[in-house]
């Protein structure tokens, strides 16, 4: 599926991204309330000094597992796209586990994931757009590795 026909399809609706900007809202602000958007309190849980981080993400998590559950087992479609709840699997593979080193090991080191980087913004700490930048070349630069180990994989056409 071309990335041009799930745009397509996601915008079938005309609530469709006006509600998922409300919910990037919600998401920054509930970040900054929490006080989770500020680096320095996150290393402060990574270096287990300060656990609230387990309550925000905990709350978070259990939550939203509840409501993906009961989505699930309601046999419903969402509303705005019409697709079926249900869970995707993902096979644990090379690219899931170096992918999710890279990003605890980013996230370790600069106290920071990418929604709270810019909610971060939001709050005014502009220093994170060292980290923004970070997160923009790594993700050019993986699109960049994985296209050319697609091309190496293709076979080129005999002469």
């Known amino acids: 599926m071309s990335g041009a026909g799930v745009v397509a399809e996601h915008e079938s609706h005309p609530l469709f991204l006006p509600l998922v900007f409300l919910g990037g809202a919600v998401f920054g602000v509930g970040l900054a309330v929490s006080r989770m958007a500020r680096p320095e309190i996150v290393l402060e849980f990574l270096q287990l000094r300060d656990l609230g981080l387990v309550f925000v993400m905990g709350g978070a998590s259990v939550l939203v597992g509840l409501v993906f559950w009961g989505l699930t087992l309601s046999g419903r479609s969402a509303p705005l796209t019409g697709k079926r709840f249900g869970r995707r699997l993902k096979s644990m593979d090379r690219d899931v586990i170096v992918g999710g080193g890279v990003f605890g090991v980013g996230w370790g080191l600069s106290g920071i994931c990418p929604g709270a980087a810019y909610a971060s913004l939001g709050i005014g700490n502009v220093v994170i757009l060292y980290g923004v930048a970070g997160m923009f070349l790594g993700a050019y630069l993986q699109g ?12 080129s056409p005999a002469d």
């Open 144 to 155: 960049y590795l994985r296209e050319r180990g697609a091309d190496a994989a293709t076979p």
